[in-house]
């Protein structure tokens, strides 16, 4: 059973009148359990795919399926629960929020989930005991390294329990041995809990980390290697 599915999906730009065909036709299918890299150079599509995958922007045509619902027939309303209950994001840039500490940004996304106080806190050490972060849980983000920003970053994402995590370029801001740490605790992530992870890269080292890499280039999948 596919987690995420995607069929001939399109998206186009437009600056003024020149239309920008930024997604042709790309056909993805995503299984439980899979640790996949979507690879391409800058521009070729990549955090416009993560984008309509995560449900975050629309596509011009074509279906996604996530979790074999079909996105198109939801209400706006009903595609951010999904985007809440199925499907965590790491960007690039990390996105803390700077005056919380790195529990309280942990702690966010369960705010729309109905739990007390007590049931939150542990769910957010946990998460953050999972990517080896507890003792700096009273920490602002500007009091992290690169690194430990990630790291709370990753807990953020994986505190709701989704199915699928997206990570834009999650070690593009990093050194290469932070990089490759931040995939081992991804990686971990996606043994344990089964969660989906999805990734993009421009970076040789870190897409060999991936089990499968799909290459986009000019917004349409060149090549698609196990
Ligand atoms: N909001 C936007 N408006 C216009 N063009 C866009 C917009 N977002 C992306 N693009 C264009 O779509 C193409 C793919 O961009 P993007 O998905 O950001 O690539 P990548 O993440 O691989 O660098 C590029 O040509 C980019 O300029
Ligand atoms: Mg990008």
């Known amino acids: 059973m596919d987690v995420v599915k995607t069929k001939n999906l399109n998206k186009d730009f437009f600056l003024g009148k ?11 299918s995503v299984e439980k359990g899979e640790f996949l890299a979507i ?6 599509g990549k955090t416009t795919l993560l984008n309509l995958i995560g449900c975050i922007d629309l596509p011009t045509s074509g279906i996604i399926r996530i979790d ?3 996105t198109n027939r939801l ?42 106080k007590k049931e939150r806190k542990e769910i957010v050490m946990k998460a953050l005991e ?15 390294s690169g690194g430990q920003r990630q790291r709370v970053a990753i807990a953020r994402a994986l505190v709701t329990n989704p199915k699928i995590i997206l990570a834009d370029e999650p070690t593009a801001n990093l050194d290469q041995k932070t990089g490759a740490t931040i995939l081992d605790i991804m990686k971990k992530i ?25 290459r986009i280039r000019d917004g349409a999948i060149i090549s698609r290697e196990v």
Not at 91 to 111: K, R, T
Request: net charge positive; aromatic share 8%; proline share 4%.
């Open 130 to 144: 999972d990517v080896g972060i507890e003792k700096f849980a009273k920490h602002k983000p500007d009091e992290l």
């Open 18 to 28: 020149t239309k920008i065909r930024a997604l042709i036709d790309i056909n993805i």
């Open 39 to 44: 690879a391409g150079p800058s521009g070729s």
């Open 190 to 214: 996606n043994e344990e809990h089964k969660t989906v992870f999805i990734f993009s890269t421009h970076d040789s080292k870190i897409m060999s980390m991936a089990n499968r890499i799909i």
């Open 75 to 116: 209400s706006s309303n009903e595609l951010a629960n999904l985007r809440a209950s199925k499907i965590g994001f790491i960007f690039q840039s990390f996105n803390l929020i700077p005056v919380f500490s790195a529990l309280e940004n942990v702690e966010y996304p369960l705010f729309k989930k109905k739990k007390n």
């Open 68 to 70: 074999s619902i079909d």
